[in-house]
């Protein structure tokens, strides 16, 4: 049996900045530390972080007066920030730039008067967040019927963003619906579904064609993660999103050759390299990597954390 090892796969700069942000604030402040939403969308990392006694919350009402608060990577509405500051908490923004991005893109299309039609995911908490920047101007669809739905006049002053962590095609199909309903339809000049996105699902669906079997290391409510097992599912491969090699069945090896791993932008290295490790010693299998694109992205800590980290180096 042969694995292949696609790459990108894995930690995207977004989720490298957050966890390292939240690692840094456990450091200089204790457990005591609470985050709104999972800092990412992975089991393995909200329960490790669970362990070092980190509290994660849905609700800010959860949060004792005063504490220190980090926002995930996926962002919160200024509502939710409005929140916090009434609650005189001391908060640190783990949230993605290239999510921050959009949410820049949402208030200026807001103030010039557009109509926001967004592309994303129902309840999904990159979407609320970014929804809750200009709610009255945005309208959230889904697929390319939710397109035929939308009441606006034809000649409507109309703009669309998405999601970061959409699938690509999918994508593509809404907007094409979006161009053909509005032509006049205005979008940024650099798409929203980010770099990390697009690499991943590029790998996948290259690589792909060399496996008979597809195994994504990530989390059930990881939007990208998900993204990348439909893809692999769509290229008629049998594909499981997976959270580690607990979950992986003898059965799924049947008449297979060739097994290609990847992972969610919020999947740990680890948890690929159990499973690498399971497959070889139950299979004998040959690793090989493949790289389709290198990525060289890099966030810095939030300002907040670094003022943080100063006052507390001249202490
Ligand atoms: O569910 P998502 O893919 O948006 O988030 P996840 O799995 O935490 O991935 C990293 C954070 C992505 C933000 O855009
Ligand atoms: Fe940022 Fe993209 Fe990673 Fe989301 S998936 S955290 S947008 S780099």
């Not at 362990?51 to 980090?70: K, Y």
């Not at 390319?144 to 002053?157: H, I, N, R, S, T």
Request: glycine share 6%.
């Amino acid at each position: 049996m042969k694995v292949i090892l696609a790459n990108p796969r894995g930690f995207c700069a977004g989720v490298n900045m957050a966890i390292k942000c939240l690692e840094e604030a456990v450091r200089m402040f204790g457990s005591n530390i609470y985050v709104y939403h999972e800092i990412v969308h992975n089991r393995y990392v909200v329960d490790r972080f669970t362990q070092e006694g980190v509290t994660f919350v849905d609700e800010l009402e959860d949060v004792p007066e005063g504490s220190i608060l980090l926002f995930s990577a996926h962002g919160v509405s200024p509502a939710v920030r409005a929140i916090a500051r009434e609650r005189n908490l001391q908060t640190i923004d783990a949230t993605c730039p290239l999510v921050t991005k959009v949410h820049l893109e949402a208030i200026k299309y807001s103030r010039a008067g557009y109509n926001i039609i967004l592309i994303g995911h129902e309840g999904h908490d990159e979407v609320i967040g970014t929804m809750g920047e200009a709610p009255e101007s945005i309208t959230l669809v889904e697929t390319a019927e939710d397109v035929q739905k939308l009441e606006f006049p034809a000649d409507a002053k109309i703009a669309f963003l998405t999601q970061t962590t959409l699938s690509v095609q999918e994508a593509s199909q809404v907007i094409a619906a979006l161009r053909e309903r509005f032509p006049q339809i205005e979008s940024p000049p650099k798409e929203d579904i980010c770099y990390a996105t697009t690499n991943r699902q590029e790998a996948v669906s290259i690589l792909s064609q060399e496996a008979e079997l597809v195994l994504v290391l990530g989390s059930q409510n990881s939007s990208n993660s998900k993204r990348l097992q439909e893809l692999a599912n769509d290229n008629a491969k049998r594909s499981f999103l997976i959270d580690g090699a607990h979950e992986i069945r003898a059965e799924w090896f049947e008449g297979v050759e060739t097994v290609l791993i990847t992972a969610g932008a919020s999947a740990p290295e680890v948890v690929v390299q159990e499973c690498v490790d399971y497959i070889v010693r139950e299979y004998g299998a040959e690793v090989a990597q493949r790289t389709i694109q290198e990525e060289n992205v890099k966030f810095p800590l939030p300002k907040e954390l670094r003022r943080l980290q100063t006052a507390s180096q001249q202490q």
